[in-house]
């Protein structure tokens, strides 16, 4: 059952991330990268509903899916936007972008250990947390940032 349920999530990221190219050209990135953190944000506070409600699995896995399909959508915007500026530091921006992705996930995850295996709360409180506080940094500091005008691309090509 595992197998399936990680293949439907796999299928769920390859999807969004497809879905995303296609609409960040009609309604631009920002908006999509948005949507991406809303989405994310949703999946999160679900997985703490249902964790709160004892929902098992009934509520878990959808939530999931929308979690995990939310990285189809704010990975591939977020570093889309993130590398538009670097022109010939990109292959060091795209190693940094990597590491620190890397080094989240490696603090993320003993933080679901430590609250044990018996209940699906710390798995639950961690996503969450993550979801609201890659919002909250997005808001901070990603939102403030002003896509860069097609004047701005051609003046970069240029040089």
């Not at 990975?75 to 620190?100: K, R, V």
């Not at 639950?124 to 005008?149: F, M, N, T």
Request: aromatic share 4%; with cysteine.
């Amino acid at each position: 059952m595992f197998s399936v349920i990680f293949a439907i999530n796999g299928l769920g990221i390859i999807l969004a991330g497809q879905i995303t190219a296609k609409m960040a050209r009609r309604y631009g990135e920002q908006s999509i990268l948005n949507v991406g953190l809303f989405m994310a944000l949703i999946g999160g506070v679900t997985l703490v509903l249902a964790a709160l409600l004892h929902t098992g699995l009934l509520l878990i896995l959808p939530a999931l899916f929308v979690v995990v399909a939310s990285v189809g959508v704010v990975g591939t915007i977020a570093t889309a936007l993130a590398m538009q500026s670097q022109g010939q530091n990109a292959g060091a921006a795209a190693g940094l972008l990597g590491a620190t992705q890397m080094l989240l996930g490696a603090l993320a995850s003993p933080m679901v250990g430590l609250g044990g295996s018996e209940t699906d709360w710390p798995m639950a409180i961690v996503i969450a947390s993550c979801e609201v506080l890659g919002v909250l940094v997005y808001a901070s500091l990603g939102a403030k940032r002003r896509a860069p005008r097609a004047i701005d691309k051609q003046e970069t090509v240029s040089e």
